[in-house]
């Protein structure tokens, strides 16, 4: 009768036969070496496995169970399928899968953290880090503008325009505030993004509201443009963040 074996590093189930008990053997999935345990009685029969002789240090030859990527890694006790396997239902689609299953065969969800980084898409990651910079290089532009202009207005421009002199003040604080938010933005701080995305939108209310009030010029419809897609860009990359986070995925690693 083949022995049921757990891999404790990937969790696959594999099957090796009655031979191989007490010796040391090597997982075909990760390479991990585990000793094969003795034979234990199994819930239902199981067809012998035709050829399975296998070299004490190469398990190449083990049976792999892991149909549809539904791992077992454990044998919590639950509700029992016609096969005698333990079942729960998956949290995110609801369909009977095996207890410990590191990965839904019917939705596709990874429970399991070393699994999940092993499946992330590294696309994703390249992707977050484009936009990150993208939203960031922007922020730096405003930024550096809104402070030139500040000191042109506090160089006595304001004076001249009527404006009041501590505007040109004011002005060189909200551009710093826009150069420090794409410096941390481009280094992938997912905090940085909301607080820009907050002040984008701020700044683009600003502007519908100049257009509504017929004071607006050409700047303002391009204002108004550059705007927007900065913030689809911002919330492409905090969409992106969440699940490279939810998948165990540093932001600041190297795609």
């Not at 953290?113 to 992707?127: C, F, S, V």
């Not at 977050?128 to 006595?156: D, K, N």
Request: charged share 15%; glycine share 12%; with cysteine.
């Amino acid at each position: 009768m083949p022995i049921q074996i757990i891999c404790p590093t990937c969790g696959k189930s594999l099957k090796a036969p009655d031979s191989m008990a007490g010796k040391v053997a090597k997982c075909p999935s990760c390479g991990n070496q585990m000793t094969v345990p003795e034979a234990e009685p199994e819930v239902h029969e199981a067809e012998p496995v035709a050829g399975s002789e296998l070299n004490p240090y190469n398990m190449s030859g083990l049976l792999d169970e892991a149909a549809d990527d539904d791992y077992r890694l454990s044998s919590k006790p639950s509700a029992p399928s016609s096969t005698g396997e333990a079942r729960r239902p998956c949290p995110a689609c609801g369909e009977m899968i095996v207890v410990g299953a590191a990965k839904c065969r019917f939705c596709g969800e990874v429970f399991d953290q070393t699994l999940r980084r092993r499946t992330a898409d590294p696309e994703e990651l390249k992707k977050f880090r484009g936009e990150a910079r993208g939203v960031g290089c922007f922020w730096i532009f405003i930024g550096t503008l809104v402070v030139i202009a500040g000191l042109g207005l506090m160089a006595g421009g304001a004076q001249n325009v009527g404006l009041p002199p501590g505007i040109g003040l004011l002005l060189m604080g909200l551009g710093a505030v826009w150069l420090i938010l794409g410096v941390f933005a481009c280094l992938k701080q997912l905090w940085a993004l909301y607080v820009g995305l907050v002040l984008s939108y701020l700044s683009l209310a600003g502007n519908v509201l100049s257009l509504v009030q017929g004071e607006a010029g050409p700047q303002t419809f391009i204002g108004i443009g550059l705007l927007l897609i900065v913030i689809a860009t911002a919330h492409r990359a905090i969409k992106r963040a969440g699940k490279l986070r939810a998948a165990g995925i540093p932001l600041s690693s190297s795609p």
